[in-house]
C-alpha cells in the first residue's frame, strides 16, 4: 500500500494551489506545515474514510 499521496491544497492565506505530501498514518491528525509561497502556517487536517479515500481539509491559524 502507497502510504504518501500527493494532494494540491488552497493557501488560506494567499490563496496559491500548493503540492503536498500526505501521509496516510497522519489520517486523524491535525499537524501545521507552512505555505510553500508565502511560508505562513497552515493546519492541515488528515482523515480517512470508511472505503479508505484520503481526506485533507486546511485552513489558517485564526479559524475557529
Known amino acids: 500500500m502507497e502510504f504518501l499521496t500527493e494532494q494540491v491544497v488552497s493557501c488560506p492565506y494567499c490563496g496559491e494551489a500548493i503540492e503536498v505530501l500526505i501521509d496516510h498514518q497522519e489520517a486523524g491528525h491535525q499537524y501545521i ?4 509561497v508565502c511560508c505562513k502556517p497552515i493546519i492541515f487536517n488528515v482523515a480517512l ?9 486546511v485552513r489558517d491559524e485564526n479559524e475557529a
Open 49 to 57: 474514510g470508511s472505503l479508505g479515500n484520503l481526506s485533507v481539509s
Open 33 to 36: 506545515e507552512d505555505c510553500q
